[in-house]
């Protein structure tokens, strides 16, 4: 068993984790590690709902304003993050971090293992982009090079990974992952998911979104879109796509260069806006419950922190802050 303590606190986009975090890091005088595919950007402020500058006065955050807008995330990034966050904790003395964030798929990723990934700069990362889109069906291409490699059809994310590997390698995925073989994370992490009831969450949603419009959304999108294009990873993320469209009133495929959906939406006032932005985030937080309940199993009573573990533990934000000791 470790003696340094890692602990998730998961769960579906607006259920206050972060709020959550804050608590657990002063009750257990421990600093926050971020796992927030947008918060790890700098510039968007309003749009990753990011802890206020107070907040991150009071308790330390990694995780946060590492990559400028023009830059790519991955789960082998937020891998090398985590590990400079627990050297850095444990150089302070800390016996203990907290994990807060959404991005659970890269949380499973870290725990599974992960094989180091091939570094490429902005220009090799679009053209290979730009390559993998002139591709007519992704999934046979990857047969015809990797026949052994195996994932399915409509695995979006992973087909561009291990196309991405091959254009950027010339090595088919499965050589590639025989030659640099998946490196386990040495640590257990405790998991802990938040339970809440689905209208109150609904409720909580549409307020946080109307307050980051509130805040100033739309200029701060705008302001960015001044200084790159619409080709950046963060472009796709709610609340900045919706953003976009509405401000351009074109779909981002098309700005993209990319064949749009057939009966786009776009908003046509801010109230609209503020509508689409909180039910295509209360569809996220639902697929981020599905995901956190079948990906990591789910354990009752929370009787022990093994259990959490092994598991999932899920409850109300009182509750978690009770039973986490």
């Not at 990857?142 to 399915?152: A, E, K, S, T, V």
């Given at each position: 068993?470790s003696?340094?303590?890692?602990?998730?606190?998961l769960g579906?986009?607006g259920s206050?984790?972060s709020?959550?975090?804050l608590e657990?890091?002063?009750?257990?005088?421990?600093?926050?590690?971020s796992?927030?595919s947008?918060?790890?950007?700098?510039?968007?402020?309003?749009?990753?709902?990011?802890?206020?500058?107070?907040e991150?006065?009071?308790?330390?955050?990694y995780?946060i304003?590492?990559?400028k807008?023009?830059?790519?995330?991955?789960?082998m990034?937020?891998r090398n993050l985590l590990?400079?966050a627990?050297k850095?904790?444990?150089?302070?003395g800390?016996s203990?971090?907290l994990?807060i964030?959404?991005?659970?798929?890269?949380?499973?990723?870290?725990?599974?293992g992960?094989?180091?990934h091939?570094?490429l700069?902005?220009?090799?990362?679009?053209n290979?982009?730009?390559k993998?889109k002139?591709?007519?069906?992704l999934?046979?291409?990857l047969?015809?090079?990797?026949?052994d490699?195996?994932?399915?059809?409509?695995?979006?994310?992973?087909?561009?990974?291990a196309l991405?590997?091959?254009f950027?390698?010339?090595m088919?995925?499965?050589?590639?992952?025989?030659k640099y073989?998946?490196?386990s994370?040495?640590?257990p992490?405790?998991?802990?998911?938040?339970?809440?009831?689905?209208?109150?969450l609904?409720?909580?949603?549409m307020?946080?979104t109307?307050?980051m419009?509130?805040?100033g959304?739309l200029?701060?999108?705008e302001?960015i879109?001044?200084?790159y294009d619409?080709?950046?990873q963060?472009a796709?993320?709610?609340?900045v796509r919706?953003?976009?469209?509405?401000?351009t009133?074109?779909?981002l495929?098309?700005?993209?260069?990319?064949?749009?959906?057939?009966?786009?939406?776009?908003?046509k006032?801010?109230?609209e806006?503020?509508?689409?932005?909180?039910t295509?985030?209360?569809?996220?937080a639902?697929?981020?419950?599905?995901?956190n309940?079948?990906?990591?199993?789910?354990?009752h009573?929370?009787s022990?922190?093994?259990?959490a573990?092994e598991?999932?533990?899920?409850?109300?934000?009182?509750?978690?802050?009770r039973?986490?000791?």
């Amino acid at each position: 068993m470790s003696d340094f303590r890692l602990i998730a606190i998961l769960g579906g986009s607006g259920s206050g984790k972060s709020a959550l975090g804050l608590e657990l890091a002063q009750k257990l005088h421990c600093d926050i590690f971020s796992l927030d595919s947008l918060s790890i950007y700098q510039e968007f402020d309003i749009a990753s709902a990011k802890p206020s500058l107070k907040e991150l006065s009071q308790i330390p955050h990694y995780g946060i304003n590492i990559l400028k807008p023009n830059e790519k995330n991955n789960a082998m990034l937020f891998r090398n993050l985590l590990f400079e966050a627990i050297k850095r904790s444990k150089q302070k003395g800390r016996s203990s971090l907290l994990i807060i964030g959404g991005s659970s798929f890269y949380l499973k990723s870290i725990l599974e293992g992960l094989s180091p990934h091939p570094y490429l700069n902005i220009e090799q990362s679009q053209n290979i982009a730009q390559k993998i889109k002139s591709l007519p069906d992704l999934y046979q291409f990857l047969r015809q090079i990797d026949p052994d490699y195996n994932i399915h059809p409509n695995d979006t994310y992973r087909l561009h990974k291990a196309l991405e590997i091959y254009f950027s390698t010339q090595m088919p995925p499965t050589q590639y992952f025989a030659k640099y073989p998946k490196e386990s994370f040495p640590y257990p992490i405790e998991k802990y998911a938040i339970k809440i009831d689905r209208d109150i969450l609904r409720n909580r949603i549409m307020q946080r979104t109307q307050k980051m419009l509130n805040q100033g959304l739309l200029h701060e999108i705008e302001s960015i879109f001044t200084k790159y294009d619409y080709l950046i990873q963060p472009a796709n993320a709610i609340g900045v796509r919706e953003s976009i469209e509405y401000l351009t009133q074109t779909p981002l495929e098309v700005l993209q260069g990319k064949t749009p959906p057939s009966n786009p939406i776009i908003a046509k006032n801010t109230q609209e806006l503020c509508d689409l932005i909180s039910t295509h985030t209360a569809q996220l937080a639902k697929r981020q419950t599905t995901f956190n309940r079948t990906q990591f199993g789910t354990i009752h009573p929370p009787s022990s922190i093994q259990n959490a573990q092994e598991g999932i533990i899920w409850s109300s934000s009182e509750e978690l802050l009770r039973i986490i000791p």
